[in-house]
């Protein structure tokens, strides 16, 4: 499902269309209660349903750009769903009939940036929020009141009836950080699916999109000042039909065919599209390690000089490097970086930071000479002072550090922020320095594992991780102190793709696990419950149906 917002004169002119359907059915939610996902905080169910017709208006209430994102999610939704055009109104206008009233209200407050009430009565729905991102998070909810079939494609012909339960939700997120991870390095997406990529964040009220746009497979993303990096290196040798790590390098003369990349429009129109669902983006460029794919385009910042060939597969371990030792090394990162942030208003800039192989750095004598002059112990406290030059650079135009918790190896850069994946110790480290730490251990959030019988299940890295187990993450670990735990910032899952080629089966990776996830980070620990969240699935299945998405059917009886 993607909703493209509407906004100003498109609005207005589809406001004015009333269109109606031919063929009508009726369709109530689940049977099951209510399905919502994330659990909220607060539910109380009232007597009585609100149906949506052709007397439907909404109003708005509260600065007209902040409340028209949510306002034209809403509206679209129905109009795709039903063929009903709602009418738009200011509060002051003529009262219609029924009413969908939304709001910005400051004396929410105290629900935070994020939380929101949503009142559902016979004749009025009330969405009500402080801020604008709360407004879209009472849209998802009140879109998942309604029948499973609204989420269904715009395309389709056959309208529905929508009627919605009498409720009352108060609703607000544990973490301010809840995330989602995507490689496009590995196998290139294209933006079609970014733009689903990201409907499905916002279907799950997830505000973080960790976008992996490098590594050594392939460069994603298209930099002005360096054009090599995707004329070279977003493209491989296709060997496609081999296993991933049964993949020969690309021979001399031997023309590389498989990739692509986004351009600079293609990834502003993407941010924009994020930005108007209330997600951050946050672009991930790989250093010093897991660079093959920029080296292939300039082997002139590795230690050895080259050559590098785009790697069509897996290689381990991979000892291409930048170089430390090279003043030129960080006047090219600096000058991507440059381009990167002028693309992605996020605060954080991720560097990825980990798996590095330093026997490149052993060996080279400006990286020895830069060890020595630096007054470094060794080539861990060089990859030390490589992040840090890189956290100076990001910081002094007012951004933030991410890396993988490798980057506390030789000691964290001053104000970095650790992103745990190697287990759960790397963030306890970290918060205990007093650092910020996004929870992304490998037990709980790697979709690129199993989520079945690996006998019956797509080929996939290795692992299992059933959903039953990714219900169970907790981002705060057991043994920080409430002081220690207030460093945690939230959790994400990753999807890496060395064995995901196509949409369809990232989708499969994806769902329902992102479902799980969302709730993990969403809902009070105290409100989870396994077989609650399992009864409630049934509805979310349902929506994942009617939305065309490719999901694992066989989640609930898993492997073990
Ligand atoms: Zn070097």
Redesign the pocket.
Known sequence: MRISLLCGITFLVLAAVISCSPSRRTDIPSRGGFQIIPKPQHLVQREGRFTITKQTAMEIEGDYHSVMPSAGFLAETIQNASGIAVTFSNVQGRRAKRVIHLALDDSLVELGIEGYTLTVQPDRIDLKASQPAGLFYAVQTLIQLMPPAVYQPASASNKIKIRIPCVEIKDRPRFGWRGLMLDVSRHFFPPEFIYRFIDFLAMHKLNTFHWHLVDDQGWRIEIKKYPKLTEVGAWRVDREANHWNAREPQKPGEKATCGGFYTQDEIRDIVSYATNRYITIIPEIEMPGHTTAALAAYPEYS?SGGPFSVLPGGVWPITDIF????EETFIFLEDILTEVMDLFPSRFIHIGGDEATKT??EK?P??RERIQKEGLKDVEELQSYFIRRIERFLNSHERRLIGWDEILEGGLAPQATVMSWRGTQGGIDAARLGHDVVMSPTSHCYFDYYQGDPDVEPLAIGGYLPLSRVYEFDPVPGELSAEESSFILGGQANLWTEYVSTPEHAEYMLFPRTAALAEAVWTLPDLKDWTDFAGRLEGQLARYKAAGINYAEKCLSPFD
Do not use: M
């Not at 170089?323 to 090279?326: D, E, M, Q």
């Open positions: 230690c170089c430390a030792g090279k490149e750095w080279c400006l990286c």
